[in-house]
T-cell receptor, first 113, second 114 residues
Framework: AQSVSQHNHHVILSEAASLELGCNYSYGGTVNLFWYVQYPGQHLQLLLKYFSGDPLVKGIKGFEAEFIKSKFSFNLRKPSVQWSDTAEYFCAVNARGANNLFFGTGTRLTVIP | DAGVIQSPRHEVTEMGQEVTLRCKPISGHDYLFWYRQTMMRGLELLIYFNNNVPIDDSGMPEDRFSAKMPNASFSTLKIQPSEPRDSAVYFC????????????FGPGTRLLVL
């Protein structure tokens, strides 16, 4: 069965610090990978996605993620966070041929001004 | 496109009452998903439809919950009777298989059962 692990439950950073949020999945086949962001009181919004090609994917708001197939990982990065990045971040995986996404439990990011 | 539309945005009801949540997916999307989000349990998939047909309802917590999709532009999630433990934010999402099943979420319905 597919599963997605986000090991960091809560990350606290100061503004301008660099961010890396971990995401690992368990599925041996071909996958589509996603990062979603949920700002306080809002719905999930797509940050970026990877289907194929260049494993380094750039998304909105300066975020990027790198797919490392050998490590079953899709970590999210941002070189310099802002207070407005305070939110919860969800990694999700879709196995090719499956209909739905498997979501991780989310990582709450708090950025201190 | 207006995105996924959900109504109502907030619902406060008393235990035992029937609650109906509504969702309009993005036009042309062929999948529709219902999720529930709570602090304790996180984001849970309740049920999803493909071309208006329910595919997997294994996430529906119990018989009090039911979902329908009478046409491609409308779905409902009904709770009857409602209980305080049903209090949560309910999200609807839709996707298109040709877009790699990227899911787009609605704004959610915040349900409080007293």
């Amino acid at each position: 069965a597919q599963s997605v692990s986000q090991h960091n439950h809560h990350v606290i950073l100061s503004e301008a610090a660099s961010l890396e949020l971990g995401c690992n999945y368990s599925y041996g086949g071909t996958v589509n990978l996603f990062w979603y962001v949920q700002y306080p009181g809002q719905h999930l919004q797509l940050l970026l996605k990877y289907f194929s090609g260049d494993p380094l994917v750039k998304g909105i708001k300066g975020f990027e993620a790198e797919f490392i197939k050998s490590k079953f990982s899709f970590n999210l990065r941002k070189p310099s966070v802002q207070w407005s990045d305070t939110a919860e971040y969800f990694c999700a995986v879709n196995a090719r041929g499956a209909n739905n996404l498997f979501f991780g439990t989310g990582t709450r990011l708090t950025v201190i001004p | 496109d207006a995105g996924v539309i959900q109504s109502p945005r907030h619902e406060v009801t008393e235990m035992g009452q029937e609650v109906t949540l509504r969702c309009k997916p993005i036009s042309g999307h062929d999948y529709l998903f219902w999720y529930r989000q709570t602090m304790m349990r996180g984001l849970e998939l309740l049920i999803y439809f493909n071309n208006n047909v329910p595919i997997d309802d294994s996430g529906m917590p119990e018989d009090r919950f039911s979902a329908k999709m009478p046409n491609a532009s409308f779905s409902t999630l009904k709770i009857q009777p409602s209980e305080p433990r049903d209090s949560a934010v309910y999200f609807c999402a839709s996707s298109l298989v040709l877009e790699g099943k990227t899911q787009y979420f609605g704004p959610g319905t915040r349900l409080l059962v007293l």
